[in-house]
């Protein structure tokens, strides 16, 4: 018997009162996986602190390990240190190191470059106070010149002093199995979790795609716009694809999963209890 991975779940900040009362939900609702951690992005487009700010104190009163999204970008070494040590003293032992993007009408400017800077300030300003993951990009970061180019700076980052990385989504598991492969043969060891993707809106997955380089397959990509409107065909196609792409992964004995929820449950648990994840015996119900 496969033994149960570690799973993780990301959040990102609500834009209203009434979808954080949404995602409070849903993250209740996902307790039922009994995640090592949650993490929570930065904003979508390199937005304001404040609304992960909030979405932190939110999930430290629901999961044990919250795990921000630390996006240097923009940020000089001041704001970087002020940020960490708030939330070292809100009890915060882990952090997502992110290059991360600049809020619309910003110029470059800031201390860092990329998140290989961060994790370096990091580690000479706390030393081994935080735990920090990195981002990994199986299909190539869309802004690397080269497969060759991505990996290593990816293993750079890592021997700056990343304990763990988390993937981008991807539906294609040779290219995580050739990816892990290609890091561990320069002699890095640290745990590489799969970045898990649900499918429930076809336009959105495919925007998401475009902009983060993760390639949708071309069968998977005719057969959901197949459906057109069919939200249930979507959700229920959807659902069996990525079904299968983590039972690819369990089998291979992956390290942990890393689901991006876009703040919802429903597909999360159908997936979880698919494969017999967290003692899920009967359907969850529909929640948002």
């Not at 809020?103 to 000479?124: K, N």
Request: net charge negative; hydrophobic share 40%.
């Amino acid at each position: 018997m496969r033994s149960r991975p570690e799973i993780s779940l990301e959040f990102f900040p609500p834009k209203s009162a009434a979808t954080q009362e949404q995602l409070g939900v849903a993250a209740q609702a996902l307790l039922r996986l009994s995640p090592s951690y949650v993490s929570v992005t930065y904003g979508a487009g390199g937005s304001t602190r404040e609304g992960t700010r909030t979405t932190v104190a939110q999930m430290q009163q629901i999961f044990p390990t919250v795990a921000p999204h630390v996006s240097c970008i923009g940020a000089s070494k001041d704001d970087m240190e002020e940020l960490l040590l708030e939330y070292q003293g809100r009890g915060i032992a882990k952090v997502v190191a992110l290059r991360g993007d600049l809020p619309s009408g910003y110029g470059q400017g800031g201390s860092f470059g990329h998140a290989i800077d961060l994790v370096r300030f990091i580690r000479d300003s706390f030393g081994e106070a935080f735990h920090v993951e990195v981002a990994a990009y199986p299909e190539g970061h869309p802004q690397a010149r080269s497969l060759h180019e991505d990996l290593t700076r990816f293993v750079e980052k890592v021997r700056a002093g990343a304990h763990g990385a988390i993937t981008q989504y991807f539906f294609n598991t040779d290219a995580y199995f050739r990816f892990v492969d290609d890091v561990y043969a320069q002699g890095i060891q640290i745990p590489i979790v799969p970045g898990i993707m649900p499918i429930t809106n076809f336009s959105q997955l495919a925007r998401f795609s475009d902009a983060c380089g993760a390639e949708i397959p071309r069968w998977i990509r005719s057969r959901l716009q197949g459906y057109g409107d069919d939200i249930a065909s979507i959700k229920a196609f959807g659902q069996e694809v990525v079904t299968d792409l983590v039972d690819q992964l369990l089998t291979a004995g992956v390290p942990g999963l890393h689901f991006y929820t876009m703040n919802r449950s429903e597909q999360v648990l159908a997936i979880a209890q698919n494969l017999g994840l967290a003692g899920l015996e009967t359907a969850p119900a529909s929640v948002c």
